[in-house]
T-cell receptor, first 116, second 115 residues
Framework: AQTVTQSQPEMSVQEAETVTLSCTYDTSESDYYLFWYKQPPSRQMILVIRQEAYKQQNATENRFSVNFQKAAKSFSLKISDSQLGDAAMYFC?????????????FGKGITLSVRP | DTEVTQTPKHLVMGMTNKKSLKCEQHMGHRAMYWYKQKAKKPPELMFVYSYEKLSINESVPSRFSPECPNSSLLNLHLHALQPEDSALYLCASSQDPSLLRVEQYFGPGTRLTVT
């Protein structure tokens, strides 16, 4: 069974600093996608970044980047130059193909607070 | 445009009421999803529609009844709910359910309270 583990329930970062959110997953599949979703207090789930498992190059989106270690099944999110608007719950998610559909498996999430 | 809309934003209903939640997307996506989310928890998948056909039902109680009238619309009909069904109900869509490269786009959700 595919599982996604986010072991840190909460983290805090000073504004303008860098923070890394950890995520590990377990799968026997070779082809899959990994995602980080952000859910601010307004509750709208927003896609932050995605990574294709077959790509060795780590994905980046402006201040957000990932460290994808396929052998270690690790997928961490780095937020550079943290801003107050980055405060949210962050979910790591894994997508796999079931034969007819793809499904998202979410980690438990981590609450990130940003100190001014 | 990556917008998924949901109505209503908030809903309060009694245990004997019948109500419906509505979700709409105009991105040409062929897969649509219903999730239930409790506070500070990840979303839990309820149903998946693929090309307007129900393809996944995650053992959801029959008091929740999904419907997909067309490729842009997804409804969730509610009847005889329990207080523990109070949650945020999220709708999502993705481009093609048979592809792996299918990030899901979420709507803002409907906050449901069952009294």
């Amino acid at each position: 069974a595919q599982t996604v583990t986010q072991s840190q329930p909460e983290m805090s970062v000073q504004e303008a600093e860098t923070v890394t959110l950890s995520c590990t997953y377990d799968t026997s599949e070779s082809d899959y996608y990994l995602f980080w979703y952000k859910q601010p207090p307004s509750r709208q789930m927003i896609l932050v970044i995605r990574q294709e498992a077959y790509k060795q190059q780590n994905a980046t989106e402006n201040r957000f980047s990932v460290n994808f270690q396929k052998a270690a099944k690790s997928f961490s999110l780095k937020i550079s130059d943290s801003q107050l608007g980055d405060a949210a719950m962050y979910f790591c998610a894994y997508s796999y193909y079931t034969g007819a559909n793809s499904k998202l498996t979410f980690g438990k999430g981590i609450t990130l607070s940003v100190r001014p | 445009d990556t917008e998924v809309t949901q109505t209503p934003k908030h809903l309060v209903m009694g245990m004997t009421n019948k109500k419906s939640l509505k979700c709409e997307q105009h991105m040409g996506h062929r897969a649509m999803y219903w999730y239930k989310q409790k506070a500070k928890k990840p979303p839990e998948l309820m149903f998946v529609y693929s090309y307007e056909k129900l393809s996944i039902n995650e053992s959801v109680p029959s008091r929740f009844s999904p419907e997909c009238p067309n490729s842009s619309l997804l409804n969730l009909h509610l009847h005889a709910l329990q207080p523990e069904d109070s949650a945020l109900y999220l709708c999502a869509s993705s481009q093609d359910p048979s592809l792996l490269r299918v990030e899901q786009y979420f709507g803002p959700g409907t906050r449901l309270t069952v009294t």
